[in-house]
């Protein structure tokens, strides 16, 4: 069945530095990738997403791009803030043109930033 | 514009119980999720209502039920409590069954003891 993995962690970070969580998905045909992220004691919110091969998301600097030649959709940023502390979580859904909206998750990476 | 509420915040039940867990959708939706989430875990999808009916389901047993009411706010219940059955329940809502961004709720914390 369709499955998403995602870099284990924790991951810490000092302020500025570069962000890569990593994530891979198996899946068949064309899905649809996000990635979610849980703030502290906050409910989880959807930061970016990509429906096609080739689509960059992005959002608050934030960015993914959908590459179907290694079923990849890694989460990069260029310079990390405390408040970018949080879960990332990757998952997918069925292809935008079906309706299959069952969003499949990976584990979760959680992210801390030092000042 | 209200997001999605759910309520309780927290249950404690006790093994064999049962619960059931309430979700009123973000204000324009139609279609409302179920996920599970243990700790330290992604969530897993249980089931999806649209049209007061379960469209889709995840692998999870028949003690997992659920209903929609035709204001578009949806009931989660559980029989037969386990231990198991610990963790945060999240409801999302969506505009359309056909949309693809979902809203997420902050969940229902249920232990089970």
């Known amino acids: 069945g369709d499955s998403v993995t995602q870099m284990e962690g924790p991951v810490t970070l000092s302020e500025e530095a570069f962000l890569t969580i990593n994530c891979t998905y198996t899946a068949t045909g064309y899905p649809s990738l996000f990635w979610y992220v849980q703030y502290p004691g906050e409910g989880l919110q959807l930061l970016l997403k990509?429906?096609?091969a080739d689509d960059k998301g992005s959002n608050k600097g934030f960015e993914a791009t959908y590459r179907k030649e290694t079923t990849s959709f890694h989460l990069e940023k260029g310079s990390v803030q405390v408040s970018d502390s949080a879960v990332y979580f990757c998952?997918?859904?069925?292809?935008?043109?079906?309706?299959?909206?069952?969003?499949?998750w990976g584990l979760g990476t959680s992210l801390a930033v030092n000042p | 514009d209200a997001g999605v509420t759910q309520s309780p915040t927290h249950l404690i039940k006790t093994r064999g119980q049962q619960v059931t867990l309430r979700c009123s959708p973000k204000?324009?939706?139609?279609?409302v999720s179920w996920y599970q989430q243990a700790l330290g875990q992604g969530p897993q999808f249980i089931f999806q209502?649209?049209?007061?009916?379960?469209?889709q389901r995840g692998n999870f047993p028949d003690r997992f039920s659920g209903h929609q009411f035709p204001n578009y706010s949806s009931e989660l219940n559980v029989n037969a409590l386990l231990l198991g059955d610990s963790a945060l329940y999240l409801c999302?809502?969506?505009?359309?069954?056909?949309?693809?961004?979902?809203?997420f709720g902050p969940g229902t914390r249920l232990t089970v003891t």
């Open positions: 204000s324009g939706h139609d279609t």
């Open positions: 999302a809502s969506s505009r359309t069954f056909f949309s693809y961004e979902q809203y």
């Open positions: 990509a429906t096609k």
């Open positions: 209502y649209y049209e007061e009916e379960e469209r």
């Open positions: 998952a997918l859904s069925g292809p935008i043109a079906g309706n299959n909206r069952k969003l499949i």
